[in-house]
């Protein structure tokens, strides 16, 4: 599977920006995909993530209120649509995407995913 997000940019607090992450090679109906997001220094952090069998929609603390995961089945893409941007939020944000079924517990850990885009920077200017 690969993945390749894109986006991203240079933006002002308050702004919003919807990142893309289209998936192609072979992917099935059970997996979850998912956002990450990386600043300097910093440990990896969940965004957010979708089930693609029945569109289940998970979110870290940061992304709750202001951030929003869809899919579009047809072209096998996930977005990722980002509102009332803070400085905070600048961070490098990687797409990826599971094996298989992922348990609910286990959907906030990066180590549940198998496959990783190579990310797309988000900054965010006061």
């Known amino acids: 599977v690969q993945l390749q997000a894109s986006g991203g940019g240079l933006v002002q607090a308050g702004d919003s920006l919807r990142l893309s992450c289209p998936a192609s090679?072979?992917?099935?109906?059970?997996?979850?995909m998912g956002w990450f997001r990386q600043a300097p220094g910093k440990e990896r952090e969940f965004v957010a993530a979708?089930?693609?069998?029945?569109?289940?929609?998970y979110y870290g603390d940061a992304a709750k209120g202001r951030f929003a995961i869809s899919r579009d089945n047809a072209k096998n893409t996930v977005y990722l649509q980002m509102r009332s941007l803070e400085p905070e939020d600048t961070a490098n944000y990687l797409c990826?995407?599971?094996?298989?079924?992922?348990?609910?517990?286990?959907?906030?850990?990066?180590?549940?995913?198998?496959?990783w885009g190579q990310g797309t920077q988000v900054t965010v200017s006061s």
């Open positions: 090679g072979r992917t099935g109906r059970s997996y979850t």
């Open positions: 990826a995407a599971s094996r298989s079924h992922v348990i609910v517990s286990a959907i906030y850990s990066a180590a549940s995913y198998a496959f």
């Open positions: 979708i089930r693609w069998s029945d569109g289940s929609t």
